[in-house]
């Protein structure tokens, strides 16, 4: 899978091709998550869309609790709250997330979006579900 | 502008138009938007990227509460919690915003998600802060 | 247990003792929580406190889930978003909480504060977590 | 008003003083709330209801964002979300509550809820409104 641009070990995020976010660190509990703004990130106010921002926790979320996972696990987002607290036009976006509780069945995550300037983007807490992977033949 | 893709009087959604996400439906307080998942919307797991859901919303609330603006005035996101019931791998993506209340300053907003059987995929709620538009030549 | 006050079989609920909040109606996946506002509940500006209204609806998530448990079943909060729209300086408040998704470890609620004149005071969204009973006596 | 238990140079907190919960730090922008878990304090399963922690960090955050108020101007929460992390059935809670951000009409803020032994018990976070005061006199 040559084009794999994840530092992760999962399969091709297609969505995050497509919006050209990347994963840039990862480690035990914990995951940075960065985008680079174009035009095709844009909304009719010519800002940034609250949408991408929203995938830059999503996806780090996701990312970082994948870190603690087993083998035969695999988590979903249960509820992500997001905050926006700057609007932006161009530049790039770092997101770091952090698991701050985890427990058998559902983990609790925190993502802090920020400018190249270090002023606070957005921030996002969410709750995620950890289960056993159905395998994959038994999948329809 | 002969591309523009959505019912709404505004200028083209750059983002909306990478994802294939179109207004269907856009009335006084309300608004409908749609999406046609296809690979493209995946994440690693192979369902559907929360982020995609999460723009449905987004772009619901933000198109929703336009209906009610004034000519010189525009709404940003201020905050939104998604809930996800349901994950997806394929199908068309409903989502039905409406404006629950709306005050001067700030409105606030729910969006509901459906698939093609009208089961519930998520819900949303929000709030966004109207303000007076930046005229054009203002903006650096 | 003469004093309990509410309509569940549970054993009574002093924090709802404490504040005045009772339940008035419930049914499968539903249930109806109520208060009279009194000075107790003000806060400086003289105006209910926000955690007032917050507890009609998390004691009503609480009620309105347990019609759906088995009996050796509980449920704790996961989380829960409350918007704000209306503030109240006396008179009743009822909150209705639905059960809009249920599964076998997680459950999706709403519930909808409004005042006397059925106008909207508060709406909320809560994740709440099901799980077996600790027998009473391995409880430390 | 010598039965002030409240930090805070605002009148008496009415809730707070019904609920035990009292202000011991505040500062520009910080402010502390503490209380101590009694049999009042508890639901039907006999641990902490979430409303009294909830009202930690609600009035947590109206106190560290009074401090950043001028003399006429009063705030009110718009949303708060909150995230449970562990149950409690007895001891002290202590809740830190930060403004990280306040623009002219909206500040955002968090709320940390910690046991004795510095666990996180919640975590929450906020939307409030800024706006004029209305004087006295010409409230109905």
């Given at each position: 899978m040559p084009e794999e641009k994840s530092a992760s070990s999962k399969p091709a995020n297609r969505f995050c091709d497509l919006i050209g976010l990347h994963f840039t660190e990862m480690e035990k509990g914990f995951c940075r998550t960065e985008l680079t703004i174009t035009?095709?990130?844009?909304?009719p106010y010519g800002t940034l869309h609250g949408g991408v921002v929203y995938s830059l926790a999503d996806t780090g979320m996701g990312g970082a609790l994948s870190t603690l996972l087993e083998d035969d696990e695999q988590c979903a987002t249960i509820e992500i709250k997001i905050n926006y607290l700057k609007s932006m036009r161009s530049g790039r976006l770092g997101c770091e997330t952090r698991v701050i509780h985890k427990g058998k069945n559902i983990a609790f995550l925190e993502s802090v979006v920020k400018n190249p300037e270090d002023k606070l983007v957005a921030t996002a807490t969410g709750t995620f579900n950890i289960f056993k992977m159905v395998p994959a033949d038994l999948v329809k």
């Open positions: 035009d095709f990130h844009l909304n």
